[in-house]
Structures are given as C-alpha cells and as structure tokens.
C-alpha cells in the first residue's frame, strides 16, 4: 500500500533562517507531487507541483522553492524564511487511474516562524 | 482563475442528526468535484467524489449532490456522529488539467462541523 511521510512534523525557526521540509513516498512509482500551504482557519492553497523528477512548477509568487531529487521526494525550502510563511504545509501524491484523481495527503509539518 | 468557495464556515448539529454542508464553485467547465475531511492538526482526508455526468453520489453514511445549474454542491452525512467533528472542505480539479496525468485541486475554505452530544 501506499504511504506518504512528511518532517519534521513540527519546526519554529526564526525570520531569515533557511527552511527544509521533507515529503517522501512509498508504495508508488512516478507520482505527481503537490506542497500546499493552510493558513490558520484557512483552505488549502497550492504552491508547487511536480510531475516527474526535476520538474517542478509553481502556482504562486513566493519566498519558497521546492525540489524533486528522486522520484518520490519532494522537498520545500526556504533560504531566508518570512513571518508571513508560517502556516501548515501538506504534501500530497496523486496518480490519474481511469480518469480519477484523487490526492492522498501526508500529516502535515507546522511551520512557526518567529 | 479556480473558485470554490463554501456558504458557511461553522456548523453545529446534535449527535444523531444529519448535516447538511454546502460549497459554491464559479467555474462553469469544473466537471470533477472532492470532499476532504480535516481533523485538528492532521492532514485532509479523501471522503467522496462527484464527476458532473452524475448529480447524486452515496458513500457510507455520506451523499454528495450536485446542481451543476447553481454551481453547488453538498455533502450530506447521516447520523452524525463525535467522530465527525472536523474541517469539511470541497475541492475542484484543475479544468485545465483534464486529459492530462495532473490533476491539481483547488479548495474552498472550509467548514468546522462541531457534534455535540
């Protein structure tokens, strides 16, 4: 079955300190990838998606980056973090079967920035 | 651009009632409709789907309609229970991304369903 991890789960940094976030995946081969953002009391906005290794692309102008070394890791950075990107970040995976899509969701890593 | 959005942000009901929670979109070409379940600090969880061929989809103790002429859609759950209590939000895939192997979903903001014995 497929798995979907993310860390840290939890992470307070200061302003203009760099940020990683981490997303993996298990149970799958050439997943499309997905960071999105949840301000408190908020839905959900799209950030980046990846379709394949290398290939990123970006929905929002940000202070955010994000990486796909491998197939199933996707990766979310920051070189010099704002209060502004606190929030909730959630990686999801999806594969398109039979005209379905649906994403899974990882748990999500709370990002506090002071 | 994408719009969904939802009519209430919270929504209270007695254990044992069934809830009603509604979401509008505005894009008149989305065909392909999600509801996410949210608890506190987890990560949304997929509960049913609705493609716009169809205008009643039934789950386990939950009904997604659609009204494709009003651009609404709601979810109905049956004998609400504790265990529901969570952020609800429905979700709209990418008309731009149809046909293709993506399928980005937009979501709307949310409603806090709240059950209270």
């Known amino acids: 079955s497929q798995t979907i991890h993310q860390w840290p789960a939890t992470l307070v940094q200061p302003v203009g300190s760099p940020l990683s976030l981490e997303c993996t995946v298990e149970?799958?081969?050439?997943?499309?990838l997905y960071w999105y953002r949840q301000a408190a009391g908020r839905g959900l906005q799209l950030l980046f998606y990846?379709?394949?290794?290398?290939?990123i692309s970006s929905e929002v102008p940000q202070n955010l980056s994000a990486s796909r070394p491998q197939d199933r890791q996707f990766i979310l950075s920051s070189k010099k973090l704002l209060l502004s990107d606190s929030g909730f970040y959630l990686c999801?995976?999806?594969?398109?079967?039979?005209?379905?899509?649906?994403?899974?969701f990882g748990a999500g890593s709370r990002l506090t920035v002071l | 651009g994408e719009s969904v959005g939802l009519h209430l942000p919270t929504l209270s009901v007695q254990e044992g009632d069934n809830s009603i929670i509604n979401c509008a979109y505005s894009?008149?070409?989305?065909?392909?409709f999600i509801w996410y379940k949210q608890e506190s600090g987890k990560g949304p969880q997929f509960i049913i789907d609705?493609?716009?061929?169809?205008d009643k989809r039934q789950g386990q103790r939950v009904t997604v309609l659609l009204n494709k002429t009003v651009k609404h859609l709601s979810l109905q759950i049956a004998a609400t229970q504790p265990g529901d209590s969570a952020v609800y939000f429905c979700a709209e895939v990418a008309t731009f991304d149809r046909g293709s192997t993506l399928g980005r979903l937009y979501f709307g903001r949310g409603t806090q369903l709240t059950v209270w014995p």
């Open positions: 894009n008149s070409a989305s065909d392909y």
């Open positions: 990846s379709v394949g290794i290398g290939q």
């Open positions: 149970g799958t081969s050439n997943p499309n």
């Open positions: 999801a995976w999806s594969v398109r079967i039979s005209g379905a899509n649906v994403l899974t």
């Open positions: 609705i493609r716009s061929n169809m």
